[in-house]
Nanobody
Framework: QVQLVESGGGLVQPGGSLRLSCAASGFTFSRYCMAWFRQGPGKEREGVAFINSYGTTTYADSVKGRFTISKDTAKNTLYLQMNSLKPEDTAMYYC???????????????????WGQGTQVTVSS
């Protein structure tokens, strides 16, 4: 079965950096779109960054230029490098595969059926 294990979250000051990792198993990691979503307190889950099977990336406007999504297909691991962090980036971060898409990644969380437990990112001074 699909398993996703996120790690790398923590408490960081505004302007700081974190690198999130997501270890994936139970499916052919290289074949599908992968995404990072986040959900803050009292907010809906929102898509942050997406990478298709070819390695093409897209980002939410709120993180463009600050976050970088990447993947290591040999390790079945997805990454999210987060720089210039802001308090509004505080949220639980989740990775997810879209097992029906490989080229044009959906930004809608309903397209993603499998989720990990998430990793908490808190940006505060």
């Amino acid at each position: 079965q699909v398993q996703l294990v996120e790690s790398g979250g923590g408490l960081v000051q505004p302007g700081g950096s974190l690198r999130l990792s997501c270890a994936a198993s139970g499916f052919t990691f290289s074949r599908y779109c992968m995404a990072w979503f986040r959900q803050g307190p009292g907010k809906e889950r929102e898509g942050v960054a997406f990478i298709n099977s070819y390695g093409t990336t897209t980002y939410a406007d709120s993180v463009k230029g600050r976050f970088t999504i990447s993947k290591d297909t040999a390790k079945n691991t997805l990454y999210l490098q987060m720089n210039s962090l802001k308090p509004e980036d505080t949220a639980m971060y989740y990775c997810a595969p879209d097992l029906e898409k490989y080229a044009s990644c959906s930004r809608n969380s309903r397209s993603y059926k499998n989720w990990g437990q998430g990793t908490q990112v808190t940006v505060s001074s």
